[in-house]
């Protein structure tokens, strides 16, 4: 099992910056790829960034260019920097550690992008 913790969630005007942490309970990232999701109201979940083992990142095409997923392995924390923010990122940002055939999932944190 692993438990994941997300947190720097909140709230901030267009334009600004966030930085978002996932704790994860264990050592798993040269296992598992480690990835933001996002869901706002009446939509899907998405991908918003991936980062596999090996370092390779993978990146949705609305947030290209403005945010960026990294991992501190001493911490055991993957963080998501979102730079420009735009109210079309308001949403509850998640946490994923997935390796077939497991697929862990963290609470969510909330973001508002909103003036």
């Known amino acids: 099992q692993v438990q994941l913790v997300e947190s720097g969630g909140g709230l901030v005007q267009p334009g600004g910056s966030l930085r978002l942490s996932c704790a994860a309970s264990?050592?798993?990232?040269?296992?598992?790829?480690m990835g933001w999701y996002r869901q706002a109201p009446g939509k899907q979940r998405e991908l918003v960034a991936a980062l596999a083992s090996g370092g390779s990142t993978n990146y949705a095409d609305s947030v290209k260019g403005r945010f960026t997923i990294s991992r501190d392995n001493a911490k055991n924390t993957v963080y998501l920097q979102m730079n420009s923010l735009k109210p079309d990122d308001t949403a509850i940002y998640y946490c994923?550690?997935?390796?077939?055939?497991?697929?862990?999932w963290g609470q969510g944190t909330q973001v508002t992008v909103s003036s």
């Open positions: 994923n550690a997935y390796r077939f055939p497991s697929d862990y």
């Open positions: 264990r050592s798993i990232f040269s296992m598992y790829v």
